[in-house]
């Protein structure tokens, strides 16, 4: 890619609208110093000080932050937060990003706010070493009012997004966003709708899923395919082209260290290497960036390959963070592709 090329495509992310529907949780650090630890006389346990708590948007959250980090000009998130003091932390995270526009995303008391509570020692020049997070989930299946109202709020986003992004958090089925009923739907509206780009990625699987753009690793697409055995590169194109060719939507592969796989309709394919790895990693959130880089820069025209390019760049951006889910901005993406070699100067 050509840097008039790169800069043809991140300067039409300020004008596009996409929506993400799916599990938004709140990623809640704590920051201990170690230095402060105490014995509690109580109980006779180590104290951890938390002398710092950083609140940000997680799960589709990360997605959203993202697609901030973009510049993407219209974020609509569809989703929901508990009416509980982490809903609170949760919302006021979101409406302080910018681009984002609260309209479709659901505050009910049904529901608990998706947490994860994530404990830090912070003890620099060292990384930060978490300890063991505490999560708040919902055990139980998503109300069908609560299923209701996500519907009403995705069929309006559709009227004035360009794109959409699925991301199917939660590891209990129906417990959470994506339901089988949403799925559906989002089908219906889709068959209605063909031209519409929407990109799903799920924890659990993606079977079941309506023919969207798919994006999973080796071990999902596996799965989804019924392969009994690990699959080697070739397996993984072929796979990949003939999920492409059954959806007649694109499909992307994650592969870790060997980089990512793309392939479209009519059986074109691309890889794309991993960057070079530079210090101690984190790779948190490195999908998460893989997905909204990928569909924003489809949404803005750019190529099979260009998209697999630029989300390759923006997971070894993130992936170098620590202590934190992090993002990628456009002037981090252009400076780790030039560094790369991947941004050529002439025309």
């Known amino acids: 890619m050509n840097l008039d090329r790169f800069h043809a495509i991140t300067e039409r992310y300020a004008n596009l609208r996409l929506g993400i529907l799916g599990d938004f949780c709140l990623d809640r650090y704590l920051e201990i110093d170690p230095a402060r630890t105490e014995t509690s006389i109580e109980t006779g346990l180590p104290v951890h000080n938390v002398v710092g708590v950083r609140a940000q948007p997680g799960g589709a959250g990360t997605i959203l932050n993202n697609l901030c980090a973009l510049q993407v000009g219209h974020i609509y998130p569809i989703g929901f937060a508990g009416d509980d003091g982490e809903g609170y932390e949760l919302s006021r995270a979101l409406e302080q990003r910018p681009g984002v526009r609260l309209g479709f995303f659901l505050r009910t008391a049904q529901r608990r706010t998706f947490t994860y509570c994530k404990p830090l020692v912070l003890a620099p020049p060292k990384p930060p070493i978490e300890l063991n997070r505490l999560d708040l989930k919902n055990w139980t299946p998503t109300p069908s009012l609560v299923q209701g109202l996500i519907i009403t709020r995705l069929l309006d986003a559709a009227k004035i997004a360009d794109a959409f992004i699925v991301l199917d958090q939660v590891e209990i089925p129906e417990t959470g966003v994506v339901t089988q009923r949403i799925l559906t739907f989002l089908g219906d509206h889709l068959r209605a709708k063909p031209e519409m780009l929407v990109l799903a990625d799920s924890r659990r699987s993606l ?51 060997r980089g990512m796989v793309g392939a479209g ?21 490195a999908g998460d960036a893989v997905s909204a880089n990928l569909t924003a820069a489809i949404a803005a025209g750019a190529s099979l390959l260009e998209a697999l390019e630029l989300a390759a760049a923006a997971a070894a951006v993130v992936i170098h963070k620590l202590g934190t889910t992090g993002t990628a901005t456009i002037l981090e993406l252009q400076e780790r592709m030039t560094q790369e070699g991947l941004l050529r100067p002439d025309a």
């Open 265 to 285: 309709p009519g059986g074109q394919v691309e890889h794309v290497p991993a960057l070079p790895v530079r210090g101690d990693i984190d790779i948190v959130g």
């Open 207 to 257: 079977r079941g899923f309506p023919p969207v753009v798919f994006k999973m690793n080796a071990a999902e697409l596996a799965a989804l395919t019924g392969a009994d055995h690990d699959l080697d590169f070739d397996d993984i194109k072929r796979a990949a082209v003939e999920l492409a060719d059954a959806n007649h939507r694109a499909v992307f592969v994650t592969l870790a260290e």
